[in-house]
């Protein structure tokens, strides 16, 4: 499913349910000894999906360990992402590009209180304008997410929900103007992410890429 948002230079790969025979490299049983259950299951699957994605783009199979901060660690020059929610798991790289983010989330409203605390003023106005069948409160919270997770590596620290400016277009795109400074990537400082979103078979998808050069 996620791949019907991403550009063609990323390669992924996403599982509806948790295969039997998924296994953890000894790095990353490491991860989540002593996990429950459930977080154990969405690990290794979407571990799982990450050597897939891997194995599209040539590479061998091999450990995708998390740093402290809890971010997947790739092989070298690989840029990917991993997400999971209830019912789906994914996992995004490439060797094209510096950052990417994906975010999975079940489409139905976000519970109540969350909405004012992830968005900004401006981002809960608009939302109010688009309408329509689509739960834009709970992409919201995706996109943001998909931002985060290109923009960690990039910058080694955290992106807090109002610090980016997020607007959707119907189309199935959407922006997200940095509104503080970015890291410098390849000499120029980094303002902003494009992304893509999709609702489909009860998800909310969204994914940013930033191409290398």
Do not use: N
């Not at 209180?113 to 003023?121: F, K, M, N, T, Y």
Request: neutral net charge.
């Amino acid at each position: 499913m996620i791949e019907r948002i991403l550009p063609s230079w990323v390669a992924c790969a996403d599982a509806f349910r948790d295969p039997p025979g998924a296994a953890l490299f000894p790095e990353e049983e490491a991860v989540v000894a002593g996990a429950v259950d459930k977080r154990r299951r969405e690990f290794t699957t979407a571990r799982h999906c990450a050597r897939q994605a891997l194995s599209r783009l040539g590479l061998p199979p091999a450990p995708i360990p998390a740093d402290g901060d809890g971010a997947p660690m790739w092989p070298d020059g690989v840029a990917g992402a991993i997400t999971h929610c209830a019912g789906y798991r994914a996992a995004a790289v490439s060797l094209k590009a510096v950052a990417v983010g994906i975010d999975a989330e079940p489409h139905g409203p976000l519970p109540p209180g969350v909405l004012q605390a992830i968005a900004l003023d401006r981002e809960r106005d608009a939302l109010e304008r688009l309408g329509g069948p689509v739960h834009w409160d709970r992409l919201l919270f995706s996109a943001k997410e998909s931002v985060y997770k290109a923009w960690f590596p990039l910058a080694r620290r955290w992106l807090d929900f109002e610090e980016a400016l997020v607007a959707f277009e119907p189309s199935g795109t959407f922006t997200a103007r940095l509104l503080v400074p970015g890291p410098l990537v390849a000499g120029r400082r980094l303002t902003g992410f494009t992304g893509r979103w999709l609702v489909a078979d009860g998800l909310a998808v969204t994914a940013v890429t930033l191409p290398a050069g």
